[in-house]
């Protein structure tokens, strides 16, 4: 199956530092999605793209699709305490009615240091 | 309030035992799936339903079973069969792309 790298797998950062993280793609996807998890909780979808090159902003976060189809990256800035938790990237080969599926990585966890 | 609910949080079964997990949703959506956390992983996929009456196996649907009788509702079984339960199960729902969790159940075999 498709497989989905994301790095870095955990970080520690002070309060008030910007974070940067990233998922890269073995092949082609259509749609990328990132979620934030937090302990004991289902993820909460942060941000959705389907365009190659878009940019999109929710907050202080900012997420862009790459240009090659094959990557995308989230941005935090500014951290705070509250955004501790796990944050996943998601991807689809598809876009619109029939992508149904899902690939996740594994994963980031931020620790904010206050 | 639009969402989806789990039930119930926590659940605890013997082994040789069968569970069922609960998801409902009133958002409507189509679609809806169930994933296996585990400490450490990203989320993998055990069953979909893209309609009433349809369902779908994922990557890890050996010992467990889906009904979707309703367009509300999704429950997971999770049977015998299943050599290793314990986890931390998700459902969701979508329309298209972007899929809604729940709050998860956790499941623990003694």
């Known amino acids: 199956g498709q497989q989905l790298n994301q790095s870095p797998q955990s970080m520690f950062i002070q309060e008030g530092e910007d974070v940067s993280m990233n998922c890269t793609s073995s092949s082609i996807f259509n749609t990328w999605l990132w979620y934030k998890q937090d302990p004991g909780e289902g993820p909460v979808l942060l941000i959705a793209?389907?365009?190659?090159?878009e940019l999109t902003s929710n907050g202080r976060l900012t997420a862009q699709f790459g240009i090659t189809r094959k990557d995308s990256f989230l941005n935090i800035s500014a951290s705070i305490p509250s955004d501790v938790g796990i944050y996943f990237c998601?991807?689809?080969?598809?876009?619109?009615?029939?992508?149904?599926?899902?690939?996740f990585g594994k994963g980031t966890k931020l620790s904010v240091i206050p | 309030d639009g969402g989806i609910t789990q039930s119930p949080k926590y659940l605890f079964r013997k082994e040789g035992q069968n569970v069922t997990l609960s998801c409902e949703q009133n958002?409507?959506?189509?679609?809806m799936y169930w994933y296996r956390q585990d400490p450490g992983q990203g989320l993998r996929l055990i069953y979909y339903s893209q309609i009433v009456n349809d369902f779908q196996k994922g990557d890890i649907a050996e010992g467990y079973s889906v009904s979707r009788e309703k367009k509300e509702s999704f429950p997971l079984t999770v049977t015998s069969a299943q050599k290793n339960p314990t986890a931390f199960y998700l459902c969701?729902?979508?329309?298209?792309?972007?899929?809604?969790f729940g709050p998860g159940t956790r499941l623990t075999v003694l």
């Open positions: 958002l409507n959506h189509d679609a």
């Open positions: 793209l389907y365009k190659a090159g």
């Open positions: 998601a991807g689809s080969p598809y876009s619109g009615a029939g992508s149904y599926q899902l690939t």
């Open positions: 969701a729902s979508s329309f298209v792309d972007e899929q809604f």
